[in-house]
């Protein structure tokens, strides 16, 4: 799929849709979800424009996308998840992907549910 650079998270970037960030630095943002689906849950995007999702990454991609994983870690502890909580990333329509720039879900702040529902499985 090709990148579109008037995606919701690409104009978050750009400063043209307002957010309310929890962390920011040269190549990361991290934001609240505006319709959160646990007490606590934050999106960290990479500042880069280009990466549609999770199925446009490749072994060059390895590097940025391991320091985004323990980005989020190092957010959990400062938001205090010390009881645990969920990493997401999805993937195109079967994935409920609804933003077309890779972004990395941080899920906590209470006991989560099951991250599939079982039904439809023949
Ligand atoms: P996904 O469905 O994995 O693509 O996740 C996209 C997420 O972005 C959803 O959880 C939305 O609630 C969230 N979202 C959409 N628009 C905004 C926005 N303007 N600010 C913050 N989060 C947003």
Redesign the pocket.
Known sequence: MAYDPDN?FAR?LRGE?P?TRVFEDDEFIA?????P?APT?I?LLPRHEGTTGPADLDAADADWVGRMVILATRIAREQGLDDGYRLVM?CGPHG????PHL?L?LLGGRTLGAFAEPAGIP
């Open positions: 919701v978050i849709i957010s934001i609240r979800d505006v319709a689906a849950h999106l999805n409920g992907q609804s933003v972004h879900h």
